[in-house]
Nanobody
């Protein structure tokens, strides 16, 4: 019913920037929440940025001030601008979408396959 495809990942040197994009297709007309997660080997999956149904955006402390979340309504994408990247940001990044009944619980109903981000020193 809903498909999410992430793009923009790759390899970058520390201090560099990347711009990730999550394209949503299918039945996305209703109100929904979206979020970006990441997971690195040996770590739990971490929610790094979220957009709630009323438009409120939150960031994890680990990325606050460096990452910026924005929604392009015309293109139906959720973009994540990543600046001042550090080796610790190396992870696979996932986009997620949730319907209103899930959003209040910070749960998500659809997930993308992820895009790899590798930051070298």
């Amino acid at each position: 019913q809903v498909q999410l495809v992430e793009s923009g990942g790759g390899s970058v040197q520390a201090g560099g920037s990347l711009w990730l994009s999550c394209a949503a297709s299918g039945n996305t007309a209703s109100r929904y929440c979206m979020a970006w997660f990441r997971q690195a080997p040996g770590r739990e999956r971490e929610r790094i940025a979220s957009l709630q149904t009323l438009g409120h955006i939150t960031y994890a402390d680990s990325v606050k001030g460096r990452f910026y979340l924005s929604k392009d309504k015309a293109k139906n994408t959720l973009d994540l601008q990543m600046n001042s990247l550090k080796p610790e940001d190396t992870a696979k990044y996932y986009c997620a979408l949730g319907y209103p009944w899930s959003c209040s619980r910070y749960e998500y109903d659809y997930w993308g396959q992820g895009t790899q981000v590798t930051v070298s020193s």
